[in-house]
């Protein structure tokens, strides 16, 4: 499971598509951790980039994984340096694969555990689900909250959610939570 990845393209218009497989969309503030989630899950050091200059992916970029389904990275949102052009060129793409891709399976919403989710991270869950899906919640820096105070944060995390929401608690330094997502990405497909 999630043994073979490779990057295959990055695209802005889902007609580009390389072919009909299943996908999985990841979406998040930038500089959440959606490249090094995609990192960790396969167990890759550098497939997909992560770096500390945040929102410059302004592309969906396409992982393929184990031949039968894709991983995509979507652009970080809530980047300030974006001109104007860029951002409104990201709704279009967003709404564009939100709306007609028929092969995208599942959402996952990326928000910081240690921050909770944000008021862009709650009003893009609600732009997800006006346009029909239902996301989870993949929260990550797990690392970053003690022990002891990590069950009352996934408490008032899911309270911000209204508790009607899946989350995951991970994190891609110490490769925590990610056999649970690896398995909920699977069931997806059935
Ligand atoms: P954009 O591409 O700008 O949208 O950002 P991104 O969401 O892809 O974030 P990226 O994976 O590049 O990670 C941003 C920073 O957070 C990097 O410095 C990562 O090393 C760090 N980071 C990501 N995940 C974790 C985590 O689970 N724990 C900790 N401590 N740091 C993390
Ligand atoms: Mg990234």
Redesign the pocket.
């Known amino acids: 499971m999630f043994q073979n990845a490779k990057y295959i393209k990055g695209l802005t218009d889902i007609k580009d598509q390389p072919d009909s497989r299943p996908i999985v969309l990841?979406l998040?503030?930038?500089?959440?951790?959606?490249?090094?989630?995609?990192?960790?899950i396969t167990n890759r050091k550098n497939l997909?980039?992560?770096?500390?200059?945040?929102?410059?992916?302004v592309v969906l970029n396409y992982y393929l994984i184990d031949d039968t389904f894709y991983l995509v990275?979507?652009?970080?949102?809530g980047?300030a340096k974006r001109s104007k052009t860029d951002q409104d060129n990201f709704v279009i793409m967003l709404e564009n694969i939100l709306m007609n891709a028929s092969n995208l399976k599942l959402v996952c919403l990326?928000i910081d555990?240690k921050v909770g989710p944000t008021t862009l991270d709650l009003e893009t869950c609600e732009f997800v689900k006006s346009l029909g899906h239902t996301p989870i919640v993949i929260a990550?820096?797990?690392?970053?909250i003690p022990k002891t105070k990590q069950y009352k944060q996934m408490k008032d995390i899911k309270m911000k959610f209204h508790d009607k929401i899946d989350i995951y608690a991970?994190?891609?330094?110490?490769k925590?939570g990610l056999d649970d997502i690896r398995i909920r990405i699977m069931e997806g497909f059935k």
């Not at 990550?140 to 970053?144: G, I």
């Not at 991970?170 to 110490?174: P, R, T």
């Open positions: 990841l998040g503030r930038s500089n959440v951790g959606k490249s090094s989630f995609i990192n960790s997909a980039r992560t770096s500390q200059t945040p929102g410059k992916t990275d979507a652009p970080g949102y980047y990326l555990f990550t820096k797990l690392d970053k991970i994190s891609n330094l110490e925590q």
